[in-house]
């Protein structure tokens, strides 16, 4: 069975800094892409970041600069370190695995989910 288990959320200040991170297991993920959704409150999910099997790496616009993934496929493991962080940042935050060893960018090329994992980002 899969499992997804994220870590690392919290509350934070403008300006500050935190590290998620999402363990999977019931597999060998290092043959399939794996990232980072977020929702909002009264939002639809979006895509934030994703990392190929081979370690190329998407982020969303409104991120880039300050978030970065990555991962530890030794550890079966994704990373998402979200730098300079904004109250608009605020949201719960899904870890993905893809279908394939691309994307996932959009959530039908989501093979699994995390459980999710609060931000909350004060002025």
């Known amino acids: 069975q899969v499992q997804l288990v994220e870590s690392g959320g919290g509350l934070v200040q403008a300006g500050g800094s935190l590290r998620l991170s999402c363990a999977a297991s019931?597999?060998?993920?290092?043959?399939?892409?794996m990232g980072w959704f977020r929702q909002a409150p009264g939002k639809e999910r979006e895509f934030v970041a994703t990392?190929?099997?081979?370690?190329?790496?998407r982020h969303v616009d409104s991120v880039k600069g300050r978030f970065t993934i990555s991962r530890d496929n030794a550890k079966n493991t994704v990373f998402l370190q979200m730098n300079s962080l904004k109250p608009e940042d605020t949201a719960v935050y899904y870890c993905?695995?893809?279908?394939?060893?691309?994307?996932?960018?959009?959530?039908?090329?989501?093979?699994?989910w995390g459980q999710g994992t609060q931000i909350t980002v004060s002025s």
């Open positions: 993905a695995v893809g279908r394939t060893g691309w994307g996932p960018a959009r959530e039908d090329e989501v093979d699994y």
């Open positions: 019931g597999r060998t993920f290092s043959n399939y892409a």
């Open positions: 990392i190929s099997a081979s370690g190329f790496t």
